[in-house]
Nanobody, 121 residues
Framework: EVQLVESGGGLVQTGGSLRLSCAAS????????IGWFRQAPGKEREKISC????????YYADSVKGRFTISSDNAKNTVSLQMNSLSPEDTAVYYC??????????????WGQGTQVTVPS
């Protein structure tokens, strides 16, 4: 059974940091890219970062570039997202997802259940 389980969300003040984790199981981790998405109330889902498990190449959306860092621990089948300098605009449900395509592709095969990140204004 394929599973992607996010953890690490919560409430943090403006300027603070959080580290999200995505634990993957049920598929060959090295054959997939893992992406992080977020969706805020009333807004479309946004792909914010992605990492290729095979070569470590990464992608960041402009909205998070320079503040968020994605990393992969292939031995543990885990991808983390270090989020710094958080602002209320980062408030959203954050999802991790896996795709057998490269990071630039829009189609993702598996999704986690999401974790809430709240930065009060």
């Amino acid at each position: 059974e394929v599973q992607l389980v996010e953890s690490g969300g919560g409430l943090v003040q403006t300027g603070g940091s959080l580290r999200l984790s995505c634990a993957a199981s049920g598929f060959i981790f090295d054959d997939y890219a893992i992406g992080w998405f977020r969706q805020a109330p009333g807004k479309e889902r946004e792909k914010i970062s992605c990492i290729s498990s095979s070569d470590g190449s990464t992608y960041y959306a402009d909205s998070v570039k320079g503040r968020f860092t994605i990393s992969s621990d292939n031995a543990k089948n885990t991808v983390s997202l270090q989020m710094n300098s958080l602002s209320p605009e980062d408030t959203a449900v954050y999802y991790c997802a896996a795709t057998h395509w490269p990071c630039y592709h829009e189609s993702f095969d598996y999704w986690g259940q999401g974790t809430q990140v709240t930065v009060p204004s």
